[in-house]
């Protein structure tokens, strides 16, 4: 069975740095193909991609806050760590952790071209407030 | 990045109605587009991969279509556990874009 779960601080400072944990079981993020993205969704709103970490250690990260995050992962640990710097009140959400499948990658005119099926299971999420 | 775009924002149905979600991406997309239903205080679940795949265990009222930069699902006789949100996702490429939502209310 494929569980994922996130954990971290329910409650961080503006300016904080935030670090949160996804933990995961019933796959191996050593295979090739598979990856783990970080979602979040503030209350009230759609749901927003953060980053992507794949079993080659590729990392790619949403553009708008590319400067603030950071992805790692523990292939023995079965973790998968974000961390997002400068926080600020507008980040308060709930965070989500899915598995995130490769489909292909492709040769394209300037480097390589990633395609993903979707995110096929998720965690339950956590929720973090930004407030002082 | 892919901008995604949906429509209707919400709309209010009945049990037994036939509900169509659009979709729509700012680039050709393939067929990389997915589709998630999110009920209030959980996470989505993934319903449609790969704008028709549709997840084991999704009842078959529910499918999808479409390639390129215009998508659809169609939920079929509507049940009460219908009711929720539901998003598409361009998985083509990174950055990962979702759409803004579509909210599905009971009438």
């Known amino acids: 069975q494929v569980t994922l779960r996130e954990s971290g601080p329910a409650l961080v400072k503006p300016t904080q740095t935030l670090t949160l944990t996804c933990t995961f079981s019933?796959?191996?993020?050593?295979?090739?193909?598979?990856?783990i993205s970080w979602i979040r969704q503030p209350p009230g709103k759609a749901l927003e991609w953060l980053a992507v970490i794949d079993w080659n250690d590729d990392k790619f990260y949403s553009t708008s806050l590319t400067t603030r995050l950071s992805i790692s992962k523990d292939s023995a640990t079965n973790q998968v760590v974000l961390t997002m710097t400068n926080m600020d009140p507008v980040d308060t959400a709930t965070y989500f952790c899915?598995?995130?499948?490769?489909?292909?990658?492709?040769?394209?005119?300037?480097?390589?071209?990633?395609?993903?099926?979707?995110?096929?299971?998720w965690g339950q999420g956590t929720t973090v407030t930004v407030s002082s | 990045d892919i901008q995604m775009t949906q429509s209707p924002s919400s709309l209010s149905t009945s049990v037994g109605d036939t509900v169509t979600i659009a979709c729509r991406s700012s680039?050709?997309?393939?067929?990389?587009l997915n589709w998630y239903q999110q009920r209030p205080g959980k996470a989505p679940k993934l319903l449609i991969s790969?704008?028709?795949n549709l997840r084991g265990g999704v009842p078959s009222r529910f499918s999808g279509s479409g390639s390129g930069t215009d998508f659809t699902l169609t939920i079929s006789s509507l049940q009460p556990e219908d009711f929720a949100t539901y998003y598409c996702?361009?998985?083509?490429?990174?950055?990962?874009?979702f759409g803004p939502g579509t909210k599905v209310d009971i009438k």
């Open positions: 680039q050709s997309i393939s067929t990389y």
């Open positions: 899915a598995r995130t499948p490769l489909h292909e990658i492709r040769v394209v005119e300037g480097g390589l071209h990633y395609s993903y099926f979707g995110m096929d299971v």
């Open positions: 790969r704008a028709s």
């Open positions: 019933g796959f191996s993020l050593n295979t090739n193909g598979m990856c």
């Open positions: 996702q361009q998985s083509y490429s990174t950055p990962f874009t």
